[in-house]
């Protein structure tokens, strides 16, 4: 079992950053890979970022690269994505999940075992 926390959502000013944190416990954290996907409302989940269990291989789609950034550090079982240059297209519920392929850092939702509760990202223009 994988148990996943989000944190460091909030409402940011268009062209701000934010870093969103998530803290996973249970099984071993650098036995996974972890990704980060978002939901707006009434739109279906979207993927924006993933990495292995070493951090050597990241993956985001062509839509973001560039503005957002995924990493991790195995010693605090953490896994972060900085968002900057926020726009209001990037408001969204934000989720980290976990696979338990760890060179996975697939876009694949179906690829993620355990998911965390997500946290509020609010971008205003």
């Known amino acids: 079992q994988v148990q996943l926390v989000e944190s460091g959502g909030g409402l940011v000013q268009a062209g701000g950053s934010l870093r969103l944190s998530c803290a996973a416990s249970g099984r071993t954290f650098s036995s996974y890979s972890m990704g980060w996907f978002r939901q707006a409302p009434g739109k279906e989940r979207e993927f924006v970022s993933a990495?292995?269990?070493?951090?050597?291989?990241?993956t985001y789609p062509d839509s973001l690269k560039g503005r957002f950034t995924i990493s991790r550090d195995n010693a605090k079982n953490t896994v972060y994505l900085q968002l900057n240059s926020l726009k209001p297209e990037d408001t969204a519920v934000y989720y980290c999940a976990a696979n338990l392929d760890r060179d996975g850092a697939t876009k694949r939702v179906g690829a993620y075992a355990y998911w965390g509760q997500g946290t509020q990202v609010t971008v205003s223009s």
């Open positions: 990495i292995s269990w070493s951090g050597s291989r990241t």
